[in-house]
């Protein structure tokens, strides 16, 4: 047998409009594709860490990936225990433990010739709904998206908050729901934007247009738990918890109901696919996200939310927001995103990629 090939390449994908958040403004998603072959096969993972949001960046993933690429070098077998020797030596590093656990699990799904979905569950569905998201600043443009979104067939909406004065984001959510109808699901996105005692005075004011949760209304575990407590909205877990361990801790306080998962933040799928697992023996929710990664990224987030047996609308209709993608970008069907069914992940990159 011949070792396994590798590949490491480098991306920028400009955004359509720049997107604000309560961590600032962003204009481009900076990423890395790394794929490892077998001689017939190709598996691909990608590593696309969020400025001011992930742990580590582009640079520091790229070193550890390049210092994997050594270690492969001496690699045969995509079975090979060393492989998951190196997933632990990543742990530090979960944008680049996500590349590497990403392109690990595609190879090895395409070798059995059965999707990537199918290795995490016994019955993956073969649609996943997602939510619509709503960034406009001011309310009637608010109301002009979530109209557009319900006209689409999105049936979940979320919308950011925080950004603005909490006088603006009452009105801003009175439009969204006064737009798409009392039968859509509502959520909003603080990204830890307020205090704990601002955050319960918004959620109580916000309580009126029937939110399903709030995503980290404030920043820290404990904090968000603190919220959680008192809120008349439910509360969720995004930023705050980097780690399947975390995801534990927030689960264990009683107060958190919904859990944030991204594929990309906790290092890969197999520890996304673990997180979600954790939620359901609590009785929680887990909603699986991208991060506005590429279409490798979101292949694997949606093979992840596609064995996570919950029909509920996760985060990944994200691939709208780039001007250009690194591959081809999932299915949509009346807010519905379709499971490719081809082996693995079920895409391959583009031969050329943006820079």
């Known amino acids: 047998m011949t070792g396994l090939t590798t590949d490491l390449r480098r991306f920028r994908l400009p955004l359509r409009e720049a997107l604000t958040t309560a961590h600032g403004e962003v204009l481009h998603r900076d990423g890395l594709l790394l794929s490892i072959g077998d001689g017939t096969h190709i598996g691909w993972g990608e590593a696309t860490p969020f400025p001011g949001w992930s742990v580590s960046d582009i640079e520091s993933s790229a070193a550890a990936l390049a210092t994997v690429l050594v270690a492969l070098s001496v690699v045969e077998d995509p079975d090979d225990p060393r492989l998951d020797h190196l997933l632990d030596d990543l742990e530090p590093e979960p944008a680049a433990r996500a590349a590497l656990s990403g392109a690990i699990a595609d190879l090895r799904a395409r070798r059995s010739g059965v999707s990537l979905a199918a290795t995490l569950s016994v019955a993956p569905?073969?649609?996943?709904?997602?939510?619509?998201?709503?960034?406009?600043?001011?309310?009637?443009?608010?109301?002009?998206?979530?109209?557009?979104a319900a006209a689409d067939g999105y049936r979940t909406l979320k919308v950011k908050v925080g950004v603005a004065e909490p006088a603006v984001d009452v009105e801003r959510l009175a439009a969204a729901r006064g737009s798409a109808g009392s039968e859509l699901e509502l959520r909003i996105d603080a990204n830890g934007a307020w205090d704990v005692e601002t955050a319960v005075a918004v959620l109580d004011d916000l309580s009126e247009f029937d939110i399903?949760?709030?995503?980290?209304?404030?920043?820290?575990?404990?904090?968000?738990?603190?919220?959680?407590?008192r809120s008349a909205i439910p509360v969720a877990i995004d930023e705050s918890a980097r780690t399947v361990d975390d995801i534990a801790a927030a689960l264990a306080t009683g107060s958190i109901?919904?859990?944030?998962?991204?594929?990309?933040?906790?290092?890969?799928?197999?520890?996304?696919?673990?997180?979600?697992?954790?939620?359901a023996e609590f009785g929680a929710t887990a909603v699986v996200t991208s991060m506005i990664d590429g279409a490798i990224g979101v292949a694997h987030a949606l093979h992840v939310a596609a064995a996570s047996g919950l029909d509920?609308?996760?985060?990944l209709a994200t691939s709208s927001l780039l001007k250009a993608d690194v591959g081809p970008a999932p299915e949509l069907d009346a807010g519905r995103m379709v499971v490719p069914g081809a082996s693995g992940i079920g895409i391959d990159p583009f031969d050329t990629l943006p820079l």
């Open 125 to 148: 569905a073969s649609t996943v709904a997602v939510n619509a998201m709503i960034s406009a600043a001011s309310p009637g443009d608010v109301a002009e998206q979530a109209s557009a």
């Open 212 to 229: 399903s949760f709030c995503e980290e209304p404030t920043k820290g575990l404990e904090a968000i738990a603190v919220v959680g407590a």
């Open 257 to 279: 109901d919904v859990v944030i998962v991204k594929p990309q933040a906790l290092g890969g799928p197999d520890l996304a696919i673990r997180a979600v697992r954790l939620a």
């Open 312 to 315: 509920r609308a996760h985060g």
